[in-house]
């Protein structure tokens, strides 16, 4: 189970993030999964990761790339650690664009049932991120 896991999680982060395929959120978030962001509150099921997360970070940064730098899997849990890059040009996080470019390092807990993401954590330094982009 945990090397499917950890198949799941890269896939997920190569195809929603990477090849921007919508579909793919449908089809490995659970409608009941709930996803902890690092500020803020819960959310729960694909709609809620499309429209609070997917859908902003996409419009804020039109050339986000994340990579998976290492995973560790066992049983139902998954831990990755990424980095993102991308250039501050659109308004989707509620800034104005700065065309900054930006370096960020995070880390996803996910846990998984029935081969679907169910939970999942996210760490990463999001104050300082919205500071950085700030216009001075």
């Not at 050339?63 to 899997?73: F, H, M, Q």
């Not at 998954?78 to 880390?107: C, F, I, K």
């Amino acid at each position: 189970m945990s090397l499917e896991n950890e198949t799941r999680a890269k896939r997920f982060f190569e195809e929603v993030w990477n090849q921007r395929r919508g579909e793919t959120i449908e089809e490995l978030i659970d409608p009941e999964a709930e996803c902890l962001p690092p500020v803020g509150t819960a959310m729960r099921g694909a709609n809620a990761f499309r429209e609070r997360v997917h859908g902003p970070w996409l419009s804020a940064f039109p050339d986000i790339r994340l990579t998976v730098e290492g995973t560790v899997a066992e049983g139902d849990q998954v831990a990755v650690r990424w980095t993102m890059t991308g250039t501050h040009t659109g308004e989707g996080l509620g800034l104005p664009p700065s065309g900054r470019a930006v370096h960020l390092r995070g880390m996803t807990w996910i846990r998984y049932e029935n081969g679907k993401m169910r939970e999942g954590w996210d760490c990463f330094d999001l104050t300082g991120l919205m500071q950085s982009l700030q216009v001075q």
